[in-house]
Nanobody, 115 residues
Protein backbone atom coordinates (compact mmCIF):
# COMPACT_ATOMS: atom_id res chain seq x y z
CA UNK A 1 0.00 0.00 0.00
CA UNK A 2 1.02 3.60 -0.46
CA UNK A 3 3.00 5.11 2.39
CA UNK A 4 4.19 8.70 2.63
CA UNK A 5 6.56 9.55 5.48
CA UNK A 6 7.44 13.14 6.29
CA UNK A 7 10.56 14.17 8.19
CA UNK A 8 12.82 17.13 8.83
CA UNK A 9 10.64 19.35 10.98
CA UNK A 10 11.74 21.02 14.18
CA UNK A 11 12.02 24.23 16.16
CA UNK A 12 13.68 27.13 14.37
CA UNK A 13 14.02 30.83 15.02
CA UNK A 14 12.36 33.39 12.73
CA UNK A 15 14.49 33.86 9.65
CA UNK A 16 15.86 30.34 9.87
CA UNK A 17 15.66 27.44 7.44
CA UNK A 18 14.50 23.85 7.40
CA UNK A 19 14.41 21.14 4.74
CA UNK A 20 11.51 18.71 4.84
CA UNK A 21 11.56 15.31 3.15
CA UNK A 22 8.74 13.06 2.01
CA UNK A 23 9.66 9.44 1.36
CA UNK A 24 7.16 7.58 -0.82
CA UNK A 25 6.67 3.84 -1.15
CA UNK A 26 4.08 1.58 -2.74
CA UNK A 27 3.50 3.90 -5.68
CA UNK A 28 5.06 4.76 -9.04
CA UNK A 29 6.23 8.04 -7.61
CA UNK A 30 7.55 9.59 -10.80
CA UNK A 31 4.16 9.71 -12.54
CA UNK A 32 2.31 11.55 -9.80
CA UNK A 33 1.82 15.22 -9.17
CA UNK A 34 2.71 15.80 -5.54
CA UNK A 35 2.10 18.51 -2.98
CA UNK A 36 3.12 19.81 0.41
CA UNK A 37 0.31 20.80 2.72
CA UNK A 38 0.21 22.28 6.21
CA UNK A 39 -2.23 22.60 9.06
CA UNK A 40 -1.79 25.26 11.72
CA UNK A 41 -3.53 24.99 15.11
CA UNK A 42 -7.22 25.83 14.77
CA UNK A 43 -7.05 26.13 11.00
CA UNK A 44 -7.90 23.95 8.03
CA UNK A 45 -5.20 22.12 6.15
CA UNK A 46 -3.94 24.17 3.22
CA UNK A 47 -1.88 23.55 0.11
CA UNK A 48 1.61 25.05 0.27
CA UNK A 49 3.33 23.94 -2.92
CA UNK A 50 2.86 21.59 -5.85
CA UNK A 51 5.29 19.83 -8.15
CA UNK A 52 4.01 17.94 -11.16
CA UNK A 53 5.48 14.87 -12.79
CA UNK A 54 7.57 17.12 -15.04
CA UNK A 55 8.87 19.03 -11.99
CA UNK A 56 6.88 22.14 -12.81
CA UNK A 57 6.16 23.96 -9.55
CA UNK A 58 3.54 26.26 -8.07
CA UNK A 59 3.35 27.94 -4.67
CA UNK A 60 0.82 29.45 -2.32
CA UNK A 61 1.30 33.22 -2.30
CA UNK A 62 2.57 33.52 1.26
CA UNK A 63 5.53 31.19 0.63
CA UNK A 64 6.58 32.35 -2.84
CA UNK A 65 10.23 33.31 -2.89
CA UNK A 66 10.89 31.59 0.46
CA UNK A 67 10.01 27.92 -0.12
CA UNK A 68 11.28 25.60 -2.86
CA UNK A 69 9.66 22.26 -3.69
CA UNK A 70 11.68 19.61 -5.49
CA UNK A 71 11.68 15.90 -6.12
CA UNK A 72 14.16 13.09 -6.74
CA UNK A 73 12.34 10.36 -8.63
CA UNK A 74 15.29 7.98 -8.34
CA UNK A 75 14.90 8.13 -4.55
CA UNK A 76 11.08 8.34 -4.52
CA UNK A 77 11.48 11.44 -2.38
CA UNK A 78 10.09 14.96 -2.41
CA UNK A 79 11.57 17.92 -0.57
CA UNK A 80 10.51 21.32 0.71
CA UNK A 81 13.31 23.79 1.36
CA UNK A 82 11.98 26.50 3.64
CA UNK A 83 13.97 29.70 4.08
CA UNK A 84 13.21 32.98 5.86
CA UNK A 85 10.76 31.19 8.10
CA UNK A 86 8.12 33.21 9.91
CA UNK A 87 6.07 32.42 13.02
CA UNK A 88 3.01 32.09 10.79
CA UNK A 89 4.68 29.14 9.06
CA UNK A 90 4.23 27.14 12.28
CA UNK A 91 2.16 24.08 11.41
CA UNK A 92 2.23 20.36 10.87
CA UNK A 93 3.46 19.76 7.33
CA UNK A 94 2.19 16.85 5.24
CA UNK A 95 2.89 15.47 1.80
CA UNK A 96 0.34 13.84 -0.48
CA UNK A 97 -0.59 13.56 -4.09
CA UNK A 98 -2.05 16.61 -5.78
CA UNK A 99 -4.95 16.68 -5.51
CA UNK A 100 -4.69 14.79 -2.24
CA UNK A 101 -6.01 11.29 -1.63
CA UNK A 102 -7.69 10.88 1.74
CA UNK A 103 -6.05 7.55 2.47
CA UNK A 104 -2.54 8.81 1.88
CA UNK A 105 -2.18 11.26 4.76
CA UNK A 106 0.75 10.42 7.02
CA UNK A 107 1.66 11.67 10.48
CA UNK A 108 3.20 14.85 9.20
CA UNK A 109 6.18 16.68 10.62
CA UNK A 110 5.89 19.57 13.06
CA UNK A 111 7.50 22.89 12.15
CA UNK A 112 7.63 25.50 14.90
CA UNK A 113 9.01 28.96 14.21
CA UNK A 114 9.60 30.81 17.43
CA UNK A 115 12.23 32.86 19.22
Amino acid sequence: QVQLVESGGGLVQPGGSLRLSCAASGMIFRVYDMGWYRQAPGKQRELVAVINSSSRTNYEDSVKGRFTISRDNALNTMYLQMNSLKPEDTAVYYCNEYPPRSGYWGQGTQVTVSS
